[in-house]
T-cell receptor, first 114, second 114 residues
Framework: DTGVSQNPRHKITKRGQNVTFRCDPISEHNRLYWYRQTLGQGPEFLTYFQNEAQLEKSRLLSDRFSAERPKGSFSTLEIQRTEQGDSAMYLC????????????FGPGTRLTVT | AQKVTQAQTEISVVEKEDVTLDCVYETRDTTYYLFWYKQPPSGELVFLIRRNSFDEQNEISGRYSWNFQKSTSSFNFTITASQVVDSAVYFCALSEVYGNKLVFGAGTILRVKS
């Protein structure tokens, strides 16, 4: 099985620019999660989808952040008007229907806002 | 609110030593799941184990063992006869039953020296 893939792996952007990340979950995994990890900390939950429905969003997900999973397969996370505080590793995970507690993580997208 | 505390920021051991990573959690839920993940230098989080709150049996898998004590809200992880390849950041995490979003601790950096 191919694992969770994320693109790009690294993104450097200037403050104020918009960025979009993509996550491709493991095939047929119905749940997809986004987390953010800053240096020296554990991942923090941002949002999750069951199929195409976005079921929960963290308070960390300000109105500059939006996530979609239009066909219940891949997902995108967009950050508008990036700020330096958005610099972090953005992690995606997916879980299968019959073991929804078991999340498989991708390699992450490291965002640096200059 | 749920919270996970990993008081040990960094541990260094010499190869073949046993090492225990501590995890203390807080939750108001009576049913919940506990997890350990490994994050090697490559960055990808690797699932190690899940326990549910009703199952306090200790578990052993090869050189890894886990001790879950509900009375002290702890879920500690022991690596026996550590190896250099065990060097990584280890995260303890907690989730409610529904939704499965993970709440992570800050992680413990384990350095195993040869």
């Amino acid at each position: 099985d191919t694992g969770v893939s994320q693109n790009p792996r690294h993104k450097i952007t200037k403050r104020g620019q918009n960025v979009t990340f993509r996550c491709d979950p493991i095939s047929e995994h119905n749940r997809l999660y986004w987390y953010r990890q800053t240096l020296g900390q554990g991942p923090e939950f941002l949002t999750y989808f069951q199929n195409e429905a976005q079921l929960e969003k963290s308070r960390l997900l300000s109105d500059r952040f939006s996530a979609e999973r239009p066909k219940g397969s891949f997902s995108t996370l967009e950050i508008q008007r990036t700020e330096q505080g958005d610099s972090a590793m953005y992690l995606c995970a997916s879980s299968p229907r019959d073991r929804d507690y078991e999340q498989y993580f991708g390699p992450g997208t490291r965002l640096t806002v200059t | 609110a749920q919270k996970v505390t990993q008081a040990q920021t960094e541990i260094s051991v010499v190869e073949k030593e046993d090492v225990t990573l501590d995890c203390v959690y807080e939750t108001r839920d009576t049913t919940y799941y506990l997890f350990w993940y490994k994050q090697p230098p490559s960055g990808e989080l690797v699932f190690l184990i899940r326990r549910n709150s009703f199952d306090e049996q200790n578990e052993i898998s090869g050189r890894y063992s886990w001790n879950f004590q509900k009375s002290t809200s702890s879920f500690n992880f022991t690596i026996t006869a550590s190896q250099v390849v065990d060097s990584a950041v280890y995260f303890c995490a907690l989730s409610e039953v529904y939704g499965n979003k993970l709440v992570f601790g800050a992680g413990t950096i384990l350095r195993v020296k040869s």
